[in-house]
């Protein structure tokens, strides 16, 4: 059942991410954290939290990029949205590259 309220969760962020308008470009095309905290919102708050020590069905992200033993590289925190892990899904088909990039300048700042 847990597994249906996550997926139908996400399903719906998907519905509520397609039918909200594209958000213009930074002129500098950098990732935006901004935009990234948006991306959090629609697609990752419903299972992860951005407070320390509070764990929903995934890990708190502010313990993952702050307190973890073996923070993770750019690269590894790619892997994990594009192929999920474990009970996370894969985000591949839901978010844009500019959605993952703007999603870790976001994560970096937690």
Known sequence: ???????????TGAFALSAR???????SNR???NEG??????????CHSANQ??????????G?????QQKKTTAQIRTLIR???????SFKDLLTTDDVN???AYLATL
Do not use: H, W
Not at 2 to 9: A, D, V
Not at 21 to 27: D, E, F, L, V, Y
Not at 53 to 62: A, N
């Open 37 to 46: 905290q948006q991306v959090f919102a629609n697609r990752c708050m419903q």
């Open 64 to 68: 993952e990029m702050r307190l973890s």
């Open 31 to 33: 990732p935006s954290p």
């Open 102 to 104: 703007n999603l870790i």
């Open 21 to 27: 308008s594209q958000a213009p470009k930074t002129a």
């Open 83 to 89: 192929d999920g892990k474990g009970k996370m899904p």
């Open 1 to 11: 059942m847990p597994r249906l309220k996550c997926l139908l969760i996400l399903l």
């Open 53 to 62: 020590g509070q764990v929903m069905l995934g890990p708190s992200l502010y």
